[in-house]
């Protein structure tokens, strides 16, 4: 079983439906929690990072976290084609440390407009 | 202002050849890492470093040397290179004590 486990899609939605992307973790040590986008031929962006359980809002952005079910999850609302990209969790046990990050595989999301 | 940039973006190269990534960044991280993206897109750390200090060495053969002039600058140097090494490699950076990690544009390394 990996460590993080990530639907790769494509998952495609009509422009300004809300989104839900999420990763399932099986290592109770990842208590530190990101949401990155990547677009194609370009480097992972940060879009959120939260540690705690609940949820975390910036903008169009929501991040959710349940550790107790090892589960988290982003919302997109509002969705622009500009979102089409790859959403990567990643997660880690330290805080801090210079510990690297695990990662899923990505979903692929496609906003048609 | 680029924040972490690496050189060069693209790397094509003959099996067998030595080859080097040079990854800077201006946020005044003390923390810089190397990932490796394979063709699934499956993101990886290989190395990280703390004040020039190599903190973790991931199971990543030892054809594969890091090295870090100063805080600012994480090479990554490939002897003999390999089919298998074609990837994109991905610089990031942090602070020691954060966890969130700052990300290059990428090199895509092809071995034929």
């Known amino acids: 079983q990996k460590e993080v486990e990530q639907d790769p899609g494509p998952l495609s939605v009509p422009e300004g439906a809300i989104v839900s992307l999420n990763c399932t973790y099986s290592?109770?040590?990842?208590?530190?929690f990101m949401w990155y986008r990547q677009y194609s031929r370009k480097g992972p962006e940060l879009l959120m990072y939260?540690?705690?359980?609940g949820n975390k809002e910036d903008g169009r952005f929501t991040a959710q976290v349940d550790k107790s079910s090892k589960y988290i999850s982003l919302f997109i609302r509002d969705s622009q084609p500009s979102d089409s990209a790859t959403y990567l969790c990643?997660?880690?046990?330290?805080?801090?440390?210079?510990?690297?990050?695990?990662f899923g595989k990505g979903t692929h999301l496609i906003i048609q407009p | 202002d680029t924040a972490v940039s690496q050189t060069p973006k693209y790397l094509v190269t003959q099996m067998g050849n030595d080859k080097s990534i040079k990854c800077e960044q201006n946020?005044?991280?003390?923390?810089m890492y190397w990932y490796k993206q394979d063709s699934k897109k499956f993101l990886k750390i290989m190395f990280s470093?703390?004040?020039?200090?190599?903190?973790i060495n991931e199971t990543v053969p030892n054809r594969f040397s890091p090295k870090s002039p100063d805080k600012a600058h994480l090479n990554l140097h490939i002897n003999s290179l390999e089919l298998g090494d074609s990837a994109v490699y991905f610089c990031?950076?942090?602070?020691?004590?954060?966890?969130?990690?700052?990300f290059g544009p990428g090199t895509r390394l092809t071995v034929l």
């Open positions: 939260t540690y705690s359980s």
């Open positions: 990031a950076s942090s602070f020691r004590d954060r966890d969130s990690q700052y």
């Open positions: 470093y703390n004040n020039k200090e190599l903190i």
């Open positions: 990643a997660m880690t046990s330290s805080g801090g440390g210079a510990d690297g990050l695990t």
């Open positions: 290592n109770s040590a990842f208590q530190y």
């Open positions: 946020l005044g991280h003390d923390t």
